[in-house]
T-cell receptor
Framework: AAGVIQSPRHLIKEKRETATLKCYPI?????VYWYQQGPGQDPQFLIS???????DKGSIPDRFSAQQFSDYHSELNMSSLELGDSALYFC???????????FGPGTRLLVL | QKEVEQNSGPLSVPEGAIASLNCTYS??????FFWYRQYSGKSPELIMS??SNGDKEDGRFTAQLNKASQYVSLLIRDSQPSDSATYLC??????????WGAGTKLIIKP
């Protein structure tokens, strides 16, 4: 079965630009999580969605927004990009009632 | 203080030996614990999950949980060079998000 798909895999942006990251969960998975991992750091939870509704919010800046669509894919929109936003962004999906989160390959964002 | 604490390492272990990775957590009500392996630049990969006190074995890996001491560990037997990676301990939060430790870098020396 196909795993979690993220696109794009790599993205280079200038400061103050915007970026959109996409996540396609595993088939039938209804919950999506977004994590940000800076260089040499542990992942930080940003936001999660269950059945197209935001279920929890972590350390997500106000410049970022996200949503989950009717087909359960999710998009993370990032505006007014800063140098410090350069990181790996992981999406994970899970099925309601199951503990395990399955991670996508990540999107590496570089802000210049 | 981080909610999940790990020694950042690096932990160097000879090939064929047992690697022991440790993790402590601060929230006493935590119920679900996970060990992920992460190669540089790659996404975390689930190694083990554990929910009950005691040991859980899966192949060369054994997870140990002690809720009274708020301690979870991962043992890797017969360590291989391919086990060299960063091992992340994670605890499930109240809304199912994962709360991560800083990770322990493990180096298996041939």
């Amino acid at each position: 079965a196909a795993g979690v798909i993220q696109s794009p895999r790599h993205l280079i942006k200038e400061k103050r630009e915007t970026a959109t990251l996409k996540c396609y969960p595993i088939s039938r998975h209804d919950t999506v999580y977004w994590y940000q991992q800076g260089p040499g750091q542990d992942p930080q939870f940003l936001i999660s969605f269950y059945e197209k509704m935001q279920s929890d919010k972590g350390s997500i800046p106000d410049r970022f927004s996200a949503q989950q669509f009717s087909d359960y894919h999710s998009e993370l929109n990032m505006s007014s990009l800063e140098l410090g936003d350069s990181a790996l962004y992981f999406c994970a999906s899970s099925l309601t009632g199951e503990e395990t989160q399955y991670f996508g390959p990540g999107t590496r964002l570089l802000v210049l | 203080q981080k909610e999940v604490e790990q020694n950042s390492g690096p932990l160097s272990v000879p090939e064929g030996a047992i690697a022991s990775l440790n993790c402590t957590y601060s929230d006493r009500v935590s119920q679900s614990f996970f060990w992920y392996r992460q190669y540089s630049g790659k996404s975390p990969e689930l190694i083990m999950s554990i929910y009950s006190n005691g040991d859980k074995e899966d192949g060369r890996f054994t997870a140990q949980l002690n809720k009274a001491s708020q301690y979870v560990s991962l043992l890797i037997r017969d360590s291989q060079p391919s086990d060299s990676a960063t091992y992340l301990c994670a605890v499930r939060g109240s809304n199912y998000q994962l709360i991560w430790g800083a990770g322990t870098k493990l180096i298996i020396k041939p």
